[in-house]
């Protein structure tokens, strides 16, 4: 089993920038996917962005693109979420989490977090208008 945590939420002004990160932890995996999920008051959890940890392929959700990356530190087995551009829209529960069963035989990283069997707890990220 892997185990995730989270790290790096707070509260931002409109513009500002966050960086969350996810150590990984027990079990390691040839093809994994990782990524970041957030999830606003009584809204479904929705992917932001995730990354193939083997190739370091990444995907973006439209409304982040241009404004957030992920990044990995495979040494330490950490993956990033740099936030620019923050707006009161992204403002949630950001969730870290990672699975095997979510890369598909060319590398792509299914969006499904269903196919992500490990979760981190979430870090709460806020930001002012």
């Known amino acids: 089993q892997v185990q995730l945590q989270e790290s790096g939420g707070g509260s931002v002004q409109t513009g500002g920038s966050l960086r969350l990160s996810c150590q990984a932890s027990?079990?390691?995996?040839?093809?994994?996917?990782m990524g970041w999920w957030r999830q606003a008051p009584g809204q479904v959890r929705k992917g932001v962005a995730r990354?193939?940890?083997?190739?370091?392929?990444?995907y973006y959700a439209d409304p982040v693109k241009g404004r957030f990356t992920i990044s990995q530190d495979n040494t330490n087995r950490t993956v990033y979420l740099q936030m620019n551009n923050l707006g009161p829209e992204d403002s949630g529960v950001y969730y870290c989490?990672?699975?095997?069963?979510?890369?598909?035989?060319?590398?792509?990283?299914?969006?499904?977090?269903?196919?992500?069997?490990?979760w981190g707890q979430g870090t709460q990220v806020t930001v002012s208008s």
């Open positions: 989490a990672g699975g095997d069963a979510a890369v598909r035989g060319d590398g792509f990283c299914y969006i499904s977090a269903g196919l992500y069997r490990a």
């Open positions: 990354i193939n940890t083997g190739d370091g392929r990444t």
């Open positions: 027990g079990a390691t995996y040839a093809k994994y996917c």
